[in-house]
């Protein structure tokens, strides 16, 4: 019981946090540079994060000590819970709690308490207007990802992962509900501040809430966005791309392959999409992109009651 | 319901949580640092509340809160003086009464928890708890859900009209002014008005945004 | 966990909340207190429904009301510090003592 309840889902989580943030680190290298060369698009993440982990950690004049400490690993920690939600197939799951769905909500709203934390704590004026502006981003963001979610729910009729996965057995979400999907891939830029939608460290302020961080405490804090970036795409492979379901392949195979064509989505757009200045930002999610999350979630009632 | 071992451990655990982090909200320097201190303490009750199998409930809870006390943190540090909390900050009044009276409620209250007799009549073998919370809130129970959610869409209009700058006899916050630096002092943070600009202003106050 | 450690960790919460409610100079933190209270009281009403309600759905609808009526008093205790603090500059319960005239 011990072992397939709490060191299987475990070891999975971080497993995927290691090798995914890996994998996240080396797919921007490479769409960045646009070429393999020499092997360095390997190599590069792990030099980078060995010189971080040699370097000093330092730290500011008075900062909240608590938060400044724990703010990196609590993000990771988000991260990891994420991933252990995600069902590999109807019976490999980490934690399959009935409300499984709105926990990934509410971690999306406790992602926002930690990232304000982290801007917060280091006592520090850039760093402290990266955390607000990622709190006026994060909210709006907030009620998105939710009514996204609630339609992803309906035809289901459940607020398990695994039962939102085996309604999509006759036709994926993505399909049925076609706005779903690029709503909640903003939402997931927006939740791990990635590309455009990176205005909580954006180069402006200098890095933002991680201004004052060096050394391993900010190695944690970069693994700590990829880890979020891969658990957020293998949440939407699982919301609308059927997650374990697929030929020939087993279930885990068919959630990878769809979590890696996500998450190469997300960082194409992240390197594709303009940045706006965060107050049209602000003006983009609430005006155009709430209404339009409304639309889906009517649409998607309207479809779940025409296919029932 | 016959909890094991480890859910009495994660129970004693949490609500040690939960005492001492809202005991800390109180007796902390920082606004911030108490609002999230209050988090930490609700956090810890779903987490209870998810042991009890309440599930919807207990991660409700979360999210509920999370964005409640980061809205509070931002209102702390609107209003509040001393965010950071580098300064040590006590603003009490009445302590004393207030110590007696907490420690009274707490007396009576778990006195009737330790002497009361509660009928023993636990949840089913057989229970979904997200189920048939479902099927009360949109069943038996819509009437009252439904007036939940007008009271919060009056809530919402009632708010704004609050604490919106435009009312039907002129900007809400005419006269008012910064507070001082210190106590009883000149506004703060507000730069004189020349005596052109005055003047200007007086004759079509409506073109200037303030 | 039974249902008297539970009820007696919800009215631990009630007496920190109270105390914080009647002691706390500003609203802000008064308006904590009042949260911690609604915490415990959020608790008690889960125990009673898992131990002696027989897991009657009503007890948890409760614990759903209680939380739109936090989300009400902090949205209306927030409208109303903002108006205060527009109106006389008070952002303690001290400073509005002209309030009885």
Same mark, same amino acid.
């Given at each position: 019981?011990?072992?397939?309840?709490?060191?299987?889902?475990?070891?999975?989580?971080?497993?995927?946090?290691?090798?995914?943030?890996?994998?996240?680190?080396?797919?921007?290298?490479?769409?960045?540079?646009?070429?393999?060369?020499?092997?360095?698009?390997?190599?590069?993440?792990?030099?980078?994060?060995?010189?971080?982990?040699?370097?000093?950690?330092?730290?500011?004049?008075?900062?909240?000590?608590?938060?400044?400490?724990?703010?990196?690993?609590?993000?990771?920690?988000?991260?990891?819970?994420?991933?252990?939600?995600?069902?590999?197939?109807?019976?490999?799951?980490?934690?399959?709690?009935?409300? %499984?769905?709105?926990?990934?909500?509410?971690?999306?709203?406790?992602?926002?308490? &930690?990232?304000?934390?982290?801007?917060?704590?280091?006592? %520090?004026?850039?760093?402290?207007?990266?955390?607000?502006?990622?709190?006026?981003?994060?909210?709006?963001?907030?009620?998105?990802?939710?009514?996204?979610?609630?339609?992803?729910?309906?035809?289901?009729?459940?607020?398990?992962?695994?039962?939102?996965?085996?309604?999509?057995?006759?036709?994926?979400?993505?399909?049925?509900?076609?706005?779903?999907?690029?709503?909640?891939?903003?939402?997931?830029?927006?939740?791990?501040?990635?590309?455009?939608?990176?205005?909580?460290?954006?180069?402006?302020?200098?890095?933002?809430?991680?201004?004052?961080?060096?050394?391993?405490?900010?190695?944690?804090?970069?693994?700590?966005?990829?880890?979020?970036?891969?658990?957020?795409?293998?949440?939407?492979?699982?919301?609308?791309?059927?997650?374990?379901?697929?030929?020939?392949?087993?279930?885990?195979?068919?959630?990878?392959?769809?979590?890696?064509?996500?998450?190469? &989505?997300?960082?194409?757009?992240?390197?594709?999409?303009?940045?706006?200045?965060?107050?049209?930002?602000?003006?983009?999610?609430?005006? &155009?992109?709430?209404?339009?999350?409304? &639309?889906?979630?009517?649409?998607?009632?309207?479809?779940?009651?025409?296919?029932? | 319901?016959?909890?094991?071992?480890?859910?009495?451990?994660?129970?004693?655990?949490?609500?040690?949580?939960?005492?001492?982090?809202?005991?800390?909200?109180?007796?902390?320097?920082?606004?911030?640092?108490?609002?999230?201190?209050?988090?930490?303490?609700?956090?810890?009750?779903?987490?209870?509340?998810?042991?009890?199998?309440?599930?919807?409930? /207990?991660?409700?809870?979360?999210?509920?809160?999370?964005?409640?006390?980061?809205?509070?943190?931002?209102?702390?540090?609107?209003?509040?003086?001393?965010?950071?909390?580098?300064?040590?900050?006590?603003?009490?009044?009445?302590?004393?009464?207030?110590?007696?009276?907490?420690?009274?409620?707490?007396?009576?209250?778990?006195?009737?928890?330790?002497? /009361?007799?509660?009928?023993?009549?636990?949840?089913?073998?057989?229970?979904?708890?997200?189920?048939?919370?479902?099927?009360?809130?949109?069943?038996?129970?819509?009437?009252?859900?439904?007036?939940?959610?007008?009271?919060?869409?009056?809530?919402?209009?009632?708010?704004?009209?609050?604490?919106?700058?435009?009312?039907?006899?002129?900007?809400?916050?005419?006269?008012?002014?910064?507070?001082?630096?210190?106590?009883?002092?000149?506004?703060?943070?507000?730069?004189?008005?020349?005596?052109?600009?005055?003047?200007?202003?007086?004759?079509?106050?409506?073109? !200037? !945004? !303030? | 966990?039974?249902?008297?450690?539970?009820?007696?960790?919800?009215?631990?919460?009630?007496?920190?909340?109270?105390?914080?409610?009647?002691?706390?100079?500003?609203?802000?933190?008064?308006?904590?207190?009042?949260?911690?209270?609604?915490?415990?009281?959020?608790?008690?009403?889960?125990?009673?429904?898992?131990?002696?309600?027989?897991?009657?759905?009503?007890?948890?609808?409760?614990?759903?009301?209680?939380?739109?009526?936090?989300?009400?008093?902090?949205?209306?205790? @927030?409208?109303?510090?903002?108006?205060? @603090?527009?109106?006389?500059?008070?952002?303690?319960?001290?400073?509005?003592?002209?309030?009885?005239?």
């Amino acid at each position: 019981m011990i072992l397939d309840q709490l060191i299987l889902p475990w070891l999975l989580a971080w497993l995927m946090a290691g090798l995914g943030a890996y994998l996240v680190a080396v797919l921007d290298r490479w769409m960045a540079t646009g070429s393999t060369q020499a092997g360095s698009v390997w190599l590069a993440p792990l030099a980078s994060a060995a010189w971080l982990l040699t370097q000093q950690a330092t730290t500011t004049e008075a900062p909240d000590a608590g938060a400044w400490r724990l703010a990196p690993a609590l993000y990771l920690a988000l991260a990891a819970t994420g991933l252990a939600l995600v069902p590999w197939s109807p019976t490999l799951v980490g934690v399959d709690l009935a409300t %499984s769905l709105v926990l990934w909500g509410s971690l999306e709203a406790l992602a926002t308490v &930690v990232i304000f934390l982290h801007g917060w704590s280091a006592n %520090s004026h850039l760093a402290l207007i990266g955390a607000y502006r990622y709190v006026a981003l994060g909210i709006s963001y907030l009620l998105v990802s939710m009514f996204v979610l609630i339609g992803v729910a309906l035809p289901a009729e459940s607020l398990r992962w695994t039962e939102v996965v085996a309604a999509q057995e006759s036709l994926w979400h993505v399909v049925s509900q076609p706005l779903g999907l690029p709503l909640f891939l903003v939402v997931g830029l927006g939740l791990t501040f990635w590309g455009p939608l990176d205005l909580a460290d954006s180069t402006d302020l200098s890095t933002g809430t991680a201004v004052e961080r060096s050394g391993p405490p900010r190695l944690v804090w970069a693994l700590a966005r990829a880890a979020m970036l891969v658990a957020f795409s293998a949440i939407a492979a699982t919301a609308f791309l059927g997650g374990w379901m697929g030929p020939w392949l087993p279930g885990p195979a068919w959630l990878l392959l769809k979590s890696l064509a996500v998450l190469v &989505v997300l960082l194409w757009l992240g390197r594709r999409l303009p940045r706006l200045a965060p107050e049209r930002c602000l003006t983009l999610m609430w005006v &155009v992109l709430l209404p339009l999350s409304f &639309v889906d979630l009517i649409w998607a009632g309207a479809v779940a009651l025409w296919m029932a | 319901m016959t909890p094991s071992l480890a859910t009495h451990i994660a129970f004693v655990v949490l609500a040690a949580l939960a005492v001492l982090s809202g005991w800390r909200v109180f007796c902390t320097d920082s606004m911030v640092r108490a609002s999230f201190f209050l988090l930490l303490s609700f956090i810890a009750v779903g987490g209870i509340m998810i042991l009890l199998t309440a599930e919807y409930l /207990g991660v409700a809870m979360f999210f509920m809160m999370a964005v409640e006390m980061m809205v509070m943190a931002l209102f702390m540090v609107m209003f509040m003086m001393n965010p950071a909390g580098l300064n040590p900050m006590k603003m009490v009044h009445q302590e004393r009464v207030a110590i007696v009276a907490g420690v009274a409620v707490f007396g009576v209250l778990s006195a009737v928890a330790v002497l /009361g007799d509660f009928p023993d009549m636990p949840l089913p073998a057989e229970h979904a708890p997200v189920i048939s919370l479902g099927r009360e809130l949109l069943g038996d129970s819509m009437l009252v859900f439904e007036t939940a959610g007008v009271v919060l869409l009056t809530t919402m209009v009632g708010v704004v009209v609050l604490s919106s700058r435009r009312g039907r006899y002129g900007r809400a916050d005419e006269g008012s002014v910064p507070p001082g630096l210190e106590p009883g002092g000149e506004p703060a943070g507000r730069p004189k008005e020349s005596e052109e600009e005055k003047g200007e202003e007086g004759g079509h106050a409506h073109q !200037h !945004h !303030h | 966990m039974t249902l008297t450690t539970l009820l007696v960790l919800a009215a631990a919460l009630i007496g920190i909340g109270f105390y914080g409610a009647l002691s706390q100079q500003s609203f802000v933190m008064l308006m904590m207190g009042l949260e911690l209270m609604l915490n415990g009281a959020m608790l008690a009403a889960v125990a009673f429904w898992a131990y002696s309600g027989a897991g009657a759905p009503e007890g948890q609808l409760l614990t759903i009301v209680i939380m739109a009526v936090m989300a009400i008093e902090m949205a209306l205790g @927030f409208a109303l510090v903002v108006a205060v @603090f527009r109106a006389k500059q008070a952002d303690t319960t001290e400073a509005l003592s002209e309030l009885k005239q």
